[in-house]
Nanobody, 115 residues
Framework: QVQLVESGGGLVQDGGSLRLSCAYS????????MAWYRQAPGKQRELVAH???????NYADFVKGRFTISRDKSKNTVDLQMNSLKPEDTAVYYC?????????WGKGTLVTVSS
């Protein structure tokens, strides 16, 4: 059973930085996509960034140049380094593993950016 556990959320000021981490365990397939999504109050969940099992990364336009996704296979973690945070980045951030049509989710970690 795949398990995803996020950590690293918190309160930060406008322009600050946070680093989120997702620890994964269980039967991780050899081909997958690991991603970070976010959901702000009253809005739909949206993709922030993803990394494929081959190492390719992709970012939403609204975080390009500010956020970096990285994977550490030795630690079974996927991190999201968030710099130059803005109040509009306030949301619950979710770790996601996609394997074909199967998606696994963590419970989320709250990021609040104050102005």
């Amino acid at each position: 059973q795949v398990q995803l556990v996020e950590s690293g959320g918190g309160l930060v000021q406008d322009g600050g930085s946070l680093r989120l981490s997702c620890a994964y365990s269980g039967g991780i397939p050899s081909i997958y996509i690991m991603a970070w999504y976010r959901q702000a109050p009253g809005k739909q969940r949206e993709l922030v960034a993803h990394v494929r099992s081959g190492g390719t990364t992709n970012y939403a336009d609204f975080v390009k140049g500010r956020f970096t996704i990285s994977r550490d296979k030795s630690k079974n973690t996927v991190d999201l380094q968030m710099n130059s945070l803005k109040p509009e980045d306030t949301a619950v951030y979710y770790c996601n593993l996609q394997w074909g049509t199967i998606m696994y989710w963590g419970k989320g970690t709250l990021v609040t950016v104050s102005s």
